[in-house]
């Protein structure tokens, strides 16, 4: 039997981070649909809710294997809604961050949905970063990236009194919000159209149906199964993955190639004690080293009123592994057996054991925080949450850095669409990747 979780299922959206109600009224499901969505973390449930307000008259139903919406990537990030800075002129990623973060803001606007924007500050303290943050000014011009402009030591301790610099990047369209919170209002738009959501049903095989039963036409208009480990069967005409961690696994049930893949990165962020709240204001984020595939440590305040500093960037040794000690065989030895990361490995080796150095004695991550805000000392932070990165890896070790689509083989494959690498800021572009990926369903199945 499955169940279904309907609209009036999700309490309304507060500041308070939202809950699923836990006494929900059950019911049978019907079992065919026009498309079935696969994951509902927070690109799956804005595509699904971009694909129904254009398609009204279909049926779609959002599978996902855990109890509630968006606990993973889209409940374990900074919550910063990014301007579009960092990404290449003109490329897919500059264009969705900044069509998205205009989206999000409008969204939360209407949804009232609680935001800050309480701006960014990316902070050049030694003189060989002047030139790179230089560039980024003109790459954020390029990418139509609102109100930048860049300031010097005085404007830093205007913007920021006690973080120390001689030069910054000033982005006041930077803001943060609770993303899980707006994930969960897409599901309940998603909900309120008529889309059906189906929790605990974590899918292990898509596939052709067998032929129809004398007497019906179903397995023709409705040919693909989509099970779950505990034999339950939704039939539908297409199916869209947007798996996450799991991504390039879900691929693989259609016959697509293991590539890119997907190895976890956990990044353990530290907590300011509230008594120094006072030190940061806004997001204080240094200048990128592009020796270094990731952004480094930064200061992120949190809708919460708390302030987190970090992440670092480790190998994690579970796909949904949150904790230092969190362990599964199968995602370990698929990660360390994989040429592509030890390839990055290899590369990165220096850069590699630095973060693990930093993630077990935090005084070495305070020493990197004390560069911007020296007022900081070790006794003023505590170990704080963590969060897993789905990072897509090709063969050669290079992080795949833009979206990857992928069907598969066969009569499966013409009906099967995923979304094999959705990568960050996915959350700010989240409504942007949703009228994207929507379009390629369109395109793939003229729906």
């Known amino acids: ?76 990030n900074s919550g910063v809604i990014h301007s579009g800075i960092y990404y290449t002129p003109g490329s897919l990623k500059a264009r969705l961050c900044v069509r998205g973060a205009t989206l999000a803001y409008e969204y939360c606007e209407k949804k009232e949905i609680p935001y800050n924007k309480c701006g960014k500050l990316i902070v050049a303290v030694e003189q060989e970063e002047i030139p790179r943050l230089k560039a980024l000014y003109e790459r954020g011009l390029k990418n139509n990236v609102r109100d930048l402009s860049i300031i010097d030591a005085k404007g830093i301790r205007e913007r920021e009194p006690y973080c120390r610099g001689i030069m910054a990047l000033d982005s006041p369209y930077t803001g943060i919000v609770d993303w899980r919170m707006v994930a969960l209002r897409y599901g309940k738009d998603f909900e309120e159209a008529g889309g059906t959501v189906v929790t605990e049903y974590e899918v292990n095989d898509i596939s052709m149906v067998n032929e129809s039963t004398a007497g019906s036409t179903e397995g023709m208009k409705y040919p693909i199964a989509v099970r779950d480990k505990k034999g339950n069967e939704v039939r539908c005409r297409y199916v869209l993955t947007c798996g996450g961690l799991y991504s390039d696994r879900l691929s693989q049930i259609s016959g697509c190639s293991r590539e890119p893949r997907i190895v976890p990165f956990r990044g353990d962020y530290l907590v300011l004690k509230p008594e120094k709240h006072y030190l940061v204001k806004g997001n204080i984020y240094p200048v990128p080293d592009p020796r270094f595939p990731f952004l480094g440590v930064h200061f992120t305040p949190r809708m919460d009123g708390s302030i987190w500093l970090g992440p ?33 490995v290899l590369k990165n080796i220096k850069y590699g054991f630095g973060e693990m ?69 996915a959350a700010t572009s989240s409504l942007a990747i949703g009228e994207m990926v929507a379009d390629e369903v369109e395109s793939r199945f003229s729906l």
């Not at 609209?7 to 308070?16: D, I, L, N, R, Y």
């Not at 019907?30 to 008259?57: C, K, M, N, Q, W």
């Not at 960037?313 to 990361?341: H, P, Q």
């Not at 935090?362 to 949450?385: C, F, H, M, N, T």
Request: glycine share 8%; hydrophobic share 45%; aromatic share 8%.
């Open 312 to 344: 670092n960037a480790v190998l994690a040794f579970k796909r949904e592994g949150y904790k230092v000690y969190d362990f599964n065989m199968r995602d370990f030895a698929d990660a360390i057996s994989f040429s592509g990361l030890q390839k990055l």
């Open 1 to 76: 039997m499955i169940w279904t979780l309907r609209g009036a299922t999700f309490k309304a959206v507060c500041a308070a981070q939202p809950k699923l109600l836990k006494d929900i009224a059950s019911r049978r499901l019907h079992s065919t649909y026009d498309v079935a969505v696969v994951g509902a973390g927070i690109v799956g449930l804005a595509t699904a809710r971009e694909l129904i307000l254009r398609h009204p008259t279909l049926n779609f139903i959002l599978l996902e294997k855990e109890k509630e919406l968006s606990l993973h990537q889209s409940g374990h």
């Open 357 to 425: 150095y930093r993630g077990i004695f935090i005084g070495a991550q305070v020493k990197i925080l004390q560069k911007y805000i020296p007022e900081i000392s070790l006794s003023d932070v505590l170990r704080g949450p963590a969060g897993v990165r789905a990072q897509a890896l090709d063969r050669e070790g290079k992080l795949v850095d833009d979206f990857v689509f992928d069907g598969g083989v066969g009569d499966v494959g013409s009906r099967v669409l995923h979304v094999r690498n959705a990568p960050s800021p």
